[in-house]
C-alpha cells in the first residue's frame, strides 16, 4: 500500500467510526432511602443490581440524620422521618462492594420542619461543629472500616459556608484526616441560596461552591450542579448541549484561576421527567405535565458536553430509588429507572442494561405489628387528637395489632405508613401488572370497651392511599358499625378502588380515618394483617416469585427467619415460621405451567436449625394469652365486599 493510500485509509477509519468519549473517573448515581431499613431489604438489593447493570461503577449512598430547627446545635437519627439504620448502611455498603461498585459515602443532615439546610445557622457553631464532627466521625470509621473510596463531608450548607466557619471546618476535615484514608469531598450547591423569610425581600445568605473557601483541603470540588439550561419550555436537544458547553466554560474559568490542581465532580445532578425540569431542575413544577423526553435530552446533553472536559472526573445523577420497579412512562419523579433517560446512561456507561422487571406479584402480609409500630405514625394534618401503638388486644394472626385512638368525634385522619422496602417494591409491581388482580385486605375490630357508649351511634372506617405526585385516592366507610357491638370486620378492597394511583412513584402511603359520633372521649379500634392478595393464587411455597417452588425458595424461607421479609410468609401469619416451611415442601417442585417433572430431592433444614424450629413451632402452637378475640361477624357496610 503506498503511503497516500495509507494516509486516506486511515482518514477513512476516522470519518467513518463512531467519535470515541472520555471515560470519566466516575460513572456515578445517587442512592437514596427513605425507610428505616430500606439499604437492608432485598428489593434494595435487586435495584443495586439493577443500578449496575446499567454501567455505574460508583454509588453514592445517601442518608440523613435531622436537627429540629436551623438554630439547633445537635443531630440525631429520627426514623419517623426518613433515617437509616447503622446496620441497613453497613448491608448497602457491602452490597455495592459485592458488585464491583464504588462507594461515595454521604451523611446528610436534614431539618425537622422542612427547612432547606442551606439556612442552618445554629445558635452555638463551636457545639454544633463538635455535634456534626461527632457524626461524620462515626460514618467515617465505618468507611475507613469498609474500604469506601469517598466521602462527603456536608451537603448545600450555603450559610455555614461564610468565612467566619472557615476554622471550624479546617478542625472537622483534619479530625476526618486522622480516622479516614480515602479521599474527601463536599457537596457545594451551585448557587448562593436566598432566604424568603429573610430580614429583607429573598435575603441572600451566601454561599454556593465559588464562596467555598476550603477546596483546597479536599481531595475533590463537589457541585450539586442544578444550573438552569434552558429558559423556554421545549428546548432542543442542541440548545440545551449549548447551555451545558456555556456553563462548563464558566466553571473551567473559575476552577483554573481558583484551584487549577483540583478535579471537579457533580456530586448531584438531575432532572425530573416532567415539562420545564431543564428550567429549574431542583424541581419546580410548570405544570406542563409529564415530559420523558425533556429528561433524557438534558441526560445526554449533560454527558455530552461535560465527558470531552478533563477536569472533570463525573457525575452522580439524582437519584436511583431502592424500588426496583420505580419510574416508568407515568411517573415525573427524578429517577431515571425505566424510562429514556436510563437508556441514554446505559449508553454514556456501557452497561447491558437491567433486566425487564416481572409480571406480578406475590400475596403478602404487609402489616402485622409483631416487630413494634412498623412504621404508622399519625399524619400531621389529623383532624383530631390522636395516638397509634402497637397492642396485644384483638390480633387477628400472630399476637399484636395496631391500636388506634382517635379523642373527638367526627371525622379525621389517624394514621398512616409510607411503603418502604419490599413492601414498596411489590406494591409497584401490582399497579404496573394490572390492579384488577389485587386486592387489599385487613381486619379492623370494634370493642365496646374501647368506644365511649354514652351516645354513638355509628363508627366507620375510611382507607386512602397516595403516591409522591400528590396522586390521592380515598374509599370511604370500608368498615361501619353502629359502635354498639363487638365486632370484627375483614375488609376486602380491590385496588381498582383506589382510582388514578400510577405505577412506578417513588412512594405510597396508605392512610386511615375514624369517623363517628362517639362525643368527646377516646375510641380505639384494632387493625391487624393487612395483606396484597394476588388473586390469581400464586404459586403456594413460590417465596422468590418465579413461577416455580424449588430450592431457591427454600433459600427465601431461610434467609427471611432472620429479617423482617414477610415475602415467604406462606400462610399470611404475620411471620415466617416452620409453618411455612412445611407449605414449601408440601408443593416442592410445582410450577405455573403444572406439577413438576419427577421425583425431587427436597432439602431439609439442617439438624440443629430443625430442632429449633420444632421448638419455635410448639410455642407459636401454645394459645395466645392476652384479650379476648373476637370472631367475624357481619357488619353493617354498603359494600358487599367488605365482610365475610
Not at 425487564?356 to 394534618?381: I, Y
Request: with cysteine.
Amino acid at each position: 500500500m503506498s503511503k497516500l493510500a495509507a494516509i486516506v485509509a486511515a482518514w477513512l477509519i476516522l470519518l467513518i467510526a463512531p467519535r470515541a468519549r472520555a471515560e470519566p473517573a466516575y460513572r456515578g448515581m445517587s442512592y437514596v432511602s427513605f425507610g428505616a431499613n430500606d439499604l437492608a431489604s432485598s428489593a434494595s438489593d435487586l435495584s443495586l443490581e439493577n443500578m449496575r447493570a446499567v454501567g455505574t461503577d460508583t454509588v453514592a449512598l445517601n442518608f440523613w440524620w435531622f436537627q429540629d430547627t436551623v438554630n439547633s446545635n445537635a443531630m440525631a437519627e429520627d426514623f419517623s422521618r426518613y433515617s437509616s439504620t447503622v446496620s441497613s448502611i453497613e448491608h448497602a455498603i457491602d452490597h455495592i462492594h459485592s458488585l464491583g461498585m464504588k462507594v461515595l459515602l454521604k451523611p446528610m443532615l436534614d431539618v425537622d420542619d422542612g427547612t432547606w439546610r442551606a439556612f442552618i445557622n445554629p445558635s452555638n457553631p463551636d457545639l454544633w461543629f463538635t455535634n456534626y464532627t461527632n457524626y461524620l466521625g462515626m460514618f467515617a470509621d465505618i468507611a475507613e472500616a469498609k474500604g469506601v473510596d469517598l466521602f462527603s463531608i456536608g451537603c448545600e450548607m450555603n450559610a455555614l459556608e461564610h468565612p467566619a466557619h472557615n476554622a471550624r471546618w479546617a478542625n472537622l476535615i483534619s479530625n476526618l484526616r486522622s480516622r479516614y484514608s480515602g479521599a474527601l469531598t463536599y457537596s457545594a450547591n451551585h448557587s448562593p441560596a436566598f432566604d424568603p423569610d429573610g430580614p429583607g425581600p429573598l435575603t441572600d445568605v451566601g454561599g454556593g461552591f465559588d464562596a467555598v473557601g476550603w477546596w483546597d483541603q479536599l481531595d475533590y470540588i463537589g457541585i450539586d450542579a442544578y444550573f438552569s439550561i434552558a429558559n423556554h419550555p421545549n428546548a432542543t436537544l442542541s440548545e440545551l448541549a449549548a447551555a451545558w458547553d456555556a456553563r462548563a466554560n464558566s466553571i473551567e474559568a473559575w476552577r483554573n484561576a481558583n484551584h487549577p490542581t483540583k478535579q471537579v465532580i457533580f456530586t448531584e445532578v438531575g432532572y425530573r421527567s416532567l415539562g420545564g425540569s431543564t428550567q429549574a431542575p431542583w424541581g419546580q413544577d410548570f405544570g406542563l405535565g409529564i415530559d420523558l423526553q425533556e429528561q433524557a435530552d438534558a441526560y445526554e446533553a449533560l454527558l455530552s458536553v461535560l465527558s470531552a472536559r478533563s477536569w472533570w472526573d463525573g457525575a452522580f445523577w439524582w437519584s436511583w430509588d431502592t424500588n426496583p420497579y420505580a419510574g416508568g412512562s407515568e411517573d415525573t419523579g427524578f429517577t431515571p429507572q425505566n424510562k429514556p433517560a436510563q437508556a441514554v446512561l446505559q449508553e454514556f456507561y456501557g452497561g447491558p442494561g437491567p433486566p425487564p422487571p416481572p409480571t406480578g406479584a406475590p400475596t403478602q402480609t404487609l402489616f402485622s405489628w409483631e416487630t413494634g409500630l412498623e412504621n404508622w405514625q399519625v399524619p400531621n394534618f389529623h383532624g383530631r387528637p390522636a395516638s397509634v401503638e402497637q397492642s396485644t388486644e384483638h390480633p387477628t394472626a400472630g399476637d399484636h395489632s395496631l391500636g388506634v385512638t382517635q379523642t373527638g368525634d367526627t371525622f379525621s385522619w389517624d394514621a398512616y405508613v409510607t411503603l418502604t422496602g419490599n413492601a414498596l417494591a411489590d406494591f409497584s409491581l401490582a399497579l404496573a401488572d394490572d390492579p384488577s388482580r389485587y386486592r387489599l385486605e385487613f381486619d379492623v375490630t370494634f370493642d365496646t370497651d374501647f368506644i365511649p357508649q354514652n351516645s354513638v351511634t355509628f363508627m366507620q372506617v375510611t382507607m386512602a392511599i397516595n403516591n409522591s405526585a400528590g396522586d390521592w385516592s380515598q374509599v370511604d366507610n370500608v368498615a361501619a358499625t353502629n359502635g354498639r357491638t363487638n365486632e370484627t370486620i375483614h375488609v376486602d378492597l380491590p385496588l381498582t378502588s383506589f382510582a388514578g394511583l400510577a405505577a412506578g412513584s417513588s412512594s405510597y402511603s396508605l392512610y386511615l380515618a375514624l369517623n363517628g359520633n362517639w362525643g368527646s372521649g377516646d375510641a380505639t379500634l384494632f387493625f391487624d394483617n393487612v395483606r396484597l392478595v394476588n388473586i390469581d393464587a400464586p404459586l403456594t411455597g413460590d417465596y422468590n416469585g418465579d413461577g416455580h417452588v424449588d430450592a431457591g425458595d427454600y433459600v427465601a424461607w431461610r434467609n427471611a427467619l432472620e429479617s423482617r421479609d414477610l415475602r415467604a410468609d406462606g400462610n399470611l401469619n404475620g411471620v415466617v415460621d416452620w409453618r411455612d416451611y412445611q407449605l414449601w415442601k408440601a408443593h416442592y417442585g410445582e410450577s405455573l405451567g403444572g406439577p413438576g417433572g419427577g421425583s425431587l430431592s427436597v432439602p431439609e433444614p439442617a439438624a440443629g436449625l430443625l430442632g429449633l424450629l420444632a421448638t419455635v413451632f410448639t410455642i407459636f402452637s401454645l394459645p395466645a394469652g392476652g384479650g379476648r378475640r373476637i370472631l367475624l361477624s357481619s357488619c353493617s357496610s354498603a359494600l358487599p365486599s367488605v365482610c365475610r
